[in-house]
């Protein structure tokens, strides 16, 4: 079993930053992959960002490359979402998820996740 807390939400205006917290318990952190997805009202949830147990990364290129960073503390069993130069369509509540399989390459898929968090909200005003 693994339980997810996500925090760091919250209401920024267009052009702000914010960095979102995933705290991992259970199992041991440093050996699988984390992601981050959302969910815009009205949407159906995609995928944002991943890292695998080693650090190799990857992101949803067309809406976040070169805005969001993904990384991970393995001491603090943590994964965190660094978000900047956001716009009012990052608003959407943000999900971390745990990847068990011990990928080096993260999964892009909702189906490749095994846990996930309760999720924060993130709102962007203009």
């Known amino acids: 079993q693994v339980q997810l807390v996500e925090s760091g939400g919250g209401l920024v205006q267009a052009g702000g930053s914010l960095r979102l917290s995933c705290a991992a318990s259970?199992?041991?952190?440093?050996?699988?992959?984390m992601g981050w997805f959302r969910q815009a009202p009205g949407k159906e949830r995609e995928f944002v960002a991943g890292?695998?147990?080693?650090?190799?990364?990857?992101y949803d290129t067309d809406s976040v490359k070169g805005r969001f960073t993904i990384s991970r503390d393995n001491a603090k069993n943590t994964v965190y979402l660094q978000m900047n130069s956001l716009k009012p369509e990052d608003t959407a509540v943000y999900y971390c998820?745990?990847?068990?399989?011990?990928?080096?390459?993260?999964?892009?898929?909702?189906?490749?996740?095994?846990?996930w968090g309760q999720g924060t909200q993130v709102t962007v005003s203009s």
């Open positions: 998820a745990a990847d068990l399989t011990g990928t080096v390459l993260p999964n892009t898929r909702e189906t490749g996740y095994d846990y």
């Open positions: 890292i695998s147990w080693n650090g190799v990364t990857t």
């Open positions: 259970g199992r041991t952190f440093s050996s699988y992959a």
